[in-house]
């Protein structure tokens, strides 16, 4: 399975600031994913982010709060903008091979907003 | 849009206990099928997963998980629960889409 490294593992952020999560991954997929998981809650999917185009969002998440960016094949970052503290969360990316019904995670970005 | 159900949110059981955990999902096409476990301040963890073939899937730990097309369900089953089992329990479904959709979770306590 693909070997995912997100960064950074952990931040305290000041509200109103933005934050870009980075996830690099060690072979080429086909699609990657950002979630979010807020305390005591489970995955949510924010975006598929798509290579060379816009990010396809979710109900509930936008481009100008959740900037995606995709320029090849095995890196991608979330960015969290303009961030108050309902914005903390962990924050993971996910990956899906071609081929492969093996979905990998990243260990997480835990965001906390002061 | 699909969506998972997870009925039963916390869960407590005795060690040697059963388990059965629910899963229901609404998407009636094919669907890839998921169970992952979230020990406590630790990452996900995949348990088993289903695709296609037997609707009987064995899993790691003892774990164990039925496909029933008809019920739209994906039950999670253990004979003998364990100490080290207290965790977080997520079912998820892909589609088509290859969106992975997870349920709301079920938090499981088992007592020694």
């Known amino acids: 399975s693909a070997v995912i490294s997100q960064k950074p593992s952990r931040d305290i952020c000041q509200r109103g600031t933005s934050l870009t999560i980075q996830c690099q991954v060690d072979s080429q997929v086909t699609m990657m994913f950002w979630y979010r998981q807020q305390p005591g809650q489970s995955l949510t999917l924010i975006a598929t982010a798509n290579q060379g185009s816009e990010a396809t969002y979710e109900s509930g998440f936008v481009i100008d709060k959740f900037p995606i960016s995709r320029p090849n094949l095995t890196f991608s970052t979330l960015t969290v903008s303009n961030m108050s503290p309902e914005d903390s969360s962990i924050y993971l990316c996910s990956v899906l091979r071609q081929g492969s019904y093996g979905y990998t995670f990243g260990s997480g970005t835990r965001l906390t907003v002061v | 849009a699909q969506s998972v159900s997870q009925h039963n949110h916390h869960v407590i059981l005795s060690e040697a206990a059963s388990l059965e955990l629910g899963c229901n999902y609404s998407?009636?096409?094919?669907?890839?099928l998921f169970w992952y476990v979230q020990y406590p301040g630790q990452h996900l963890q995949l348990l088993l997963k289903y695709f296609s073939g037997d609707p009987l899937v064995k899993g790691i730990k003892g774990f164990e998980a039925e496909f029933i097309k008809s019920k739209f369900s994906f039950n999670l089953r253990k004979p003998s629960v364990q100490w080290s089992d207290t965790a977080e329990y997520f079912c998820a479904v892909s589609d088509s889409s290859y969106k992975l959709i997870f349920g709301s979770g079920t938090r499981l306590l088992v007592r020694p």
């Open positions: 998407y009636g096409g094919t669907v890839n």
